[in-house]
């Protein structure tokens, strides 16, 4: 099978090209360093060309409202290139509990990424995944100076970027699901206290305060970022993931 991966060189695209090319499939990375412009067009026929699968897993630049924009027309760009291709099954990535978050800019953008696939012309899957374990050190630089880091109480699940890969994978060599696959980590904590787990083990001797109204992640109340009945529990932990 020939997959294109947009956005197949970075933190999860680069892992679901090697296991894809590992189970024996033909996984082409696509990004703008390949010379790929998903907003210009530019590269989209060629990328596509022969394409069986294409799994987008490209970014915006920002998180404010500009990614709303940048993802219509990015999607529209590659489901109208994708359908003149005649590829067969298009996968996305978003996230675990993205529609109940729209005070979040980036969040309701995510939701309109979804909302022009299943619209689309091509047979998709969505894949919905809690918040990967790397991203923990980008948190940690949100709201922070030289003795504290202030991170919300707000409640996430999260999980490894690579069960996060296998799990892209696995919906991209599989039938068009016509709907969506949740995935999420075995551990729910409060953001604050995985940053103090975070800084701890790295013997970084700043304090985490406990601030509600820090972040993007303020805006998520409740379980809104938890998994529900239907999702799939990964194996890793994340003292495991460390320990890694």
Same mark, same amino acid.
């Given at each position: 099978m020939k997959i294109a991966v947009i956005g197949g060189t970075g933190l999860i695209g680069s892992q679901v090209v090697r296991i894809l090319n590992s189970r024996g499939h033909e996984a082409v990375p696509h990004s703008p360093s390949t010379g790929l412009d998903l907003i210009g067009g530019t590269g989209l026929a060629e990328a596509l060309d022969g394409v069986d699968v294409v799994v987008n897993l490209t970014n915006s630049p920002t998180f404010d409202e500009a990614s709303i924009d940048w993802f219509r027309v990015s999607m529209d760009n590659l489901l109208a290139a994708a359908a003149t291709a005649r590829v067969k099954h298009a996968v996305i990535l978003s996230i675990v509990g993205v529609d109940l978050v729209p005070a979040l800019d980036y969040y309701r953008a $995510? +939701?309109?990424?979804?909302? !022009? #696939? $299943? =619209?689309?012309?091509?047979?998709?899957? *969505?894949?919905? +995944? %809690?918040?990967?374990?790397?991203? *923990?050190?980008? !948190? #940690?630089?949100?709201?922070?100076?030289?003795? %504290? +880091? /202030? #991170? &919300? =109480?707000? /409640? *996430?699940?999260?999980?490894?970027?690579?069960?996060?890969?296998?799990?892209?994978?696995?919906?991209?060599?599989? =039938?068009?699901?016509?709907? %969506?696959?949740?995935?999420?980590? &075995?551990? !729910?904590f409060t953001l604050d206290e995985l940053g103090r787990i975070a800084l701890a083990t790295r013997g970084d001797r700043r304090v985490v305060v406990t601030d509600d109204s820090s972040g993007m992640f303020a805006a998520a109340q409740g379980d809104a970022l938890i998994a529900k009945d239907d999702a799939t529990i990964v194996k890793t932990t994340y003292m495991e993931w460390l320990n890694r």
């Open positions: $995510k +939701v309109l990424q979804e909302d !022009v #696939l $299943k =619209a689309g012309p091509v047979p998709y899957s *969505i894949v919905r +995944v %809690t918040q990967f374990f790397e991203f *923990i050190n980008t !948190v #940690l630089s949100w709201d922070a100076d030289d003795n %504290t +880091v /202030r #991170l &919300p =109480a707000t /409640r *996430i699940q999260p999980m490894a970027s690579s069960e996060v890969a296998e799990a892209v994978a696995d919906a991209s060599v599989g =039938a068009p699901l016509q709907g %969506t696959r949740s995935y999420a980590g &075995p551990e !729910v």
